[in-house]
């Protein structure tokens, strides 16, 4: 559905700064995760019922930070905190030294989402930090009035973010949110959302109230990849579809099924992936990995954004299925669309940019932090290709008139059981060889529902090409030919 109305989106971001209070970690349970192909069409269908994450991932809390601000560097109470959040090391047991490396230790202590979703406890954003909702548009443009009077242009496409606000609001989605940027500058072209839940409610796009599920497979891919494990290594397994225990990390006679990695990144085999935690990861390399993607720590962004917290548990069930996606770990649909754009960048990281540069020159490619190799990224392109081809998301990437060409990506979903709550995401870019746009998309679902997050995160990749077309590439006229 092509919705091109030129409709200024009210997209707003919130402060993460409301702390849920410490939450004994639970030994995950496993609980069932499924990935679909995530889509519906314009009818409804009907989500299923019971823990469902993508072929294996579910989600868990953040710690949602709305009132009280936590910083990150006060390592006394955190390293306290964290001991429980970290499973169970003593505080005296060189946790202050980890808490001392930034990303190692989460800066507030983690929520359960069994026992209390982040999203629950969400509150709209400050109307002084909502600066979506105070920008006017000048000349195609959106700007905000600063004090004094100066005007600041925004890097939002207004087309964009009005087509991609429209689709969640037709759609009536419970809450959505849909973040485009461009990979190689930071820039941010939409900051889209929607809460037919809750029509007050501001922010979605930075508040990292959503389990991250299976979208945290990339990270335990990458830290597999520097393990020496390739995307051609092949493990085998047998059930853990829906549930994962201990005796299918162990290698079996009853073993009839054999995927590798790529694949097993494109179908989110839950069970593939907390086999090969179980075998090549530490909890060190596991929690380096992640605070390389940036969670547990900030993103510094004009909107005031969450702390994507991740708990990686030294118990080693407990870690294999965080490996899996099955831990609690959240994440922001802004910092979704970052992870997918290391990817992107050759492993760089770029930091966000919602405030286009002063002066005619325009925005050049940012050298970025390394988090991977170009090598290891290269590789992790080709796992997320197979999401794509083979994987989670390849009917809805199929879609006669909505094909996306040389897209990859990564799926996620799950669900909250009471009251049931249906999360599913996208996160990826286009195109693979050479990357214009990042996206991420979230979904939050009642029982029914009519899309999910991966039509959603197809439609911002799509819409995004349409705006930002290809560089065209000058080339010299025949008869310019031998002249200096």
Known sequence: ????????????????????????????????????????????????????????????????????????????????????????ESPDGGLAALAAEPGMVPPVPVPSRAKAPPIAMVKPLPRSADLMARATLEGGRLVVKEKGGKKTRLTIDPVLQASLTQILRNYETPYGAAVVLEPSTGRVLALAEHSAARPELRGLPVRAVFPAASVFKIVTGSALLEAGVTPETEECFHGGKRRISEKHLQDSERDGSCYSLALAMGKSANVIFAKLTNKHLTVDALRRMAARF???????????????????????????????????????????????????????????????????????PVEGEPVLSPEAAKDLTVMLEETVTHGTARAVFRERGFRVDDAVGKTGSLADREPFRDYSWFVGFAPKDNPRVAVAAIIVNDPKWRIRGTWLGREALRLGLERLPAPVEMTAPASAAGEH
Do not use: K
Request: glycine fraction near 12%; hydrophobic fraction near 45%.
């Open 1 to 88: 559905m092509r919705l091109h109305r030129r409709l200024l989106s009210a997209a707003a971001l919130l402060p993460l700064v409301l702390v849920l209070g410490a939450t004994e970690p639970e030994q995950p349970a496993s609980a069932g995760v499924s990935e679909d192909d995530g889509v519906g069409a314009s009818a409804p269908g009907t989500a299923p019922q019971g823990a469902q994450t993508d072929a294996g991932t579910t989600g868990s809390g953040t710690a949602s930070q709305d009132t009280a601000q936590t910083d990150a560097g006060h390592s006394g109470s955190a390293a306290v905190s964290a001991a429980a959040v970290l499973g169970g």
């Open 294 to 364: 940036r969670f547990n720590r900030e993103i510094e962004f004009p909107v005031p954004t969450d702390v994507s917290l991740a708990a990686i548990p030294e118990e080693p069930f407990s870690l294999a299925n965080t490996g899996a996606g099955f831990g609690d770990v959240y994440l922001s649909p802004l910092h979704g669309a970052l992870v997918a754009a290391v990817a992107a960048n050759e492993g760089r990281w770029v930091d966000p940019i919602l405030f286009e540069p002063e002066g005619p020159a325009p925005l050049l």
